[in-house]
């Protein structure tokens, strides 16, 4: 599956994140094919749509998407040369798609910080540090190899070994390789070195439960991020714990007493969701009301495959109303009165929020 893994300094509040991200508990039967790992959490996407699209289709069940969020712990000074977990650590994290930093922006004299003060700033600095020493290493080792390929002539080996040299200047000054200027060419020809300072990223800060205003730490993270052209999501890891310990028909009295609409939680998932570049569609039937994942840009064929294999393979049409029409024309019949209702092919881009039901042969 697609995965966001959660980094951080120890003590900032990840597994107290995880735990609570994952504790509403995913009947299995509707998702077979998740994998069973502790430190992988297959999370609900929340969608206000689904409840829209239901209340007109009246179906048995409603199903939302899911994502992955993996729980990456032992990054600390040093990582890149063997601290702590080290290598172990840096393997999780290539196989990611977009990290989600945590940084600590709360005070609490009971929990001790790995370096003896709150500094969210030096801890962005520290965690960015070992990741892009991990790369530089990557590229160090790929200079060598393709120096010897090189040589031999190799056209594809030097035009390569021009961005790899690039590459290595703009991390020595420590710089993440996500700032720098490439091309669609540069981004394929380094794909396979699974570069970790490449992956999209966002932080998340976790504050107190009175932190979220007034916090200089939070502001001090803002700042930074917005320099980054980075998102940054504040939530009270504590709190939202709390919350999920909850049963349902408590969390909705416990929420408005603290002044919420809603889990900070939904905030995060949302926000991780966006950061994969993935995008939802739905199917709207009697049976089920479900929305799905698909990595932003999928054709109709693609975003059949989600639902199943077979469904690309004998892909023959996509009939298609998108959500705010469904909506507006009270569901499909309106929808295909007022000309609102397509038929597309092979060729068609899904688009965020199509309901859409697949024609195929079996
Ligand atoms: P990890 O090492 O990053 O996974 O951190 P943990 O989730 O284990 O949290 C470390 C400690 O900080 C635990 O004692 C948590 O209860 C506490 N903690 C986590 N989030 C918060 C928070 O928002 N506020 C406060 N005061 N303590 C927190």
């Known amino acids: 599956g697609i995965k966001c893994g959660i980094v951080g300094l120890p003590n900032v509040g990840k ?32 969608d206000p749509r689904l409840q829209a699209i239901a209340d007109i289709v009246k179906p048995q069940k409603i199903l939302p998407t899911t994502m992955e969020f993996v729980d990456i712990a032992g990054l600390v000074a040093g990582a890149s040369k063997g601290e702590g977990l080290g290598n172990q650590f840096l393997a999780h994290i290539r196989e990611t798609d977009a990290i989600t930093m945590v940084v600590r922006c709360f005070e609490d004299d009971d929990v001790t910080h790995v370096d003896g003060r709150i500094d969210p700033i030096a801890d962005i600095e520290t965690i960015g540090t070992e990741l892009a020493l991990a790369d530089l290493d990557t590229v160090e080792k790929a200079i060598q190899r393709t120096q010897k390929i090189a040589k031999s002539g190799d056209k594809d080996a030097r035009s390569r070994l021009v961005i790899l040299e690039r590459l290595k200047n703009h991390l020595d000054e420590g710089l993440p390789v996500r700032s720098m200027d490439l091309s669609d060419d540069d981004r394929l020809a380094i794909r396979d070195f699974h570069l970790l300072t490449a992956k999209p990223m966002m932080y998340i800060a976790n504050v107190d439960e009175s932190g979220f205003d007034n916090n200089p730490h939070l502001d001090a993270v803002r700042e930074r991020a917005q320099a980054e052209g980075a998102q940054v999501v504040p939530v009270c890891a504590a709190l939202e714990a709390e919350i999920a310990q909850l049963p349902e ?83 499909e019949q309106g929808a295909k009165d007022a000309g609102k209702w397509r038929l597309e092919g092979k060729e068609y881009i899904v688009q965020e929020g199509d309901i859409i039901h697949f024609r195929f042969n079996v």
Not at 15 to 44: K, M, W
Not at 279 to 306: L, Q
Not at 314 to 325: K, L, Q, T
Request: glycine residues 10%; hydrophobic residues 40%.
């Open 15 to 46: 597994s107290t994140l995880f735990n609570a991200l994952t504790a509403a508990e995913i009947p299995a039967e509707n998702y077979p094919f998740c994998t069973i790992d502790p430190n992988v959490g297959v999370v609900q996407v929340p």
């Open 249 to 331: 028909e408590e969390q909705g009295e416990f929420l408005s007493d603290a002044g919420m609409d809603e889990p900070g939680l939904n905030r995060v998932i949302r926000a991780g969701y966006r950061l994969l570049g993935l995008e939802t569609y739905f199917t709207a039937g009697e049976k089920e009301v479900r929305a799905w994942t698909v990595k932003a840009g999928s054709t109709a064929p693609k975003a059949a495959a989600v639902i199943h294999t077979d469904f690309e393979k004998g892909f023959i049409r996509a009939e298609v109303v998108a959500y705010d029409d469904f909506i507006a024309c009270g569901g």
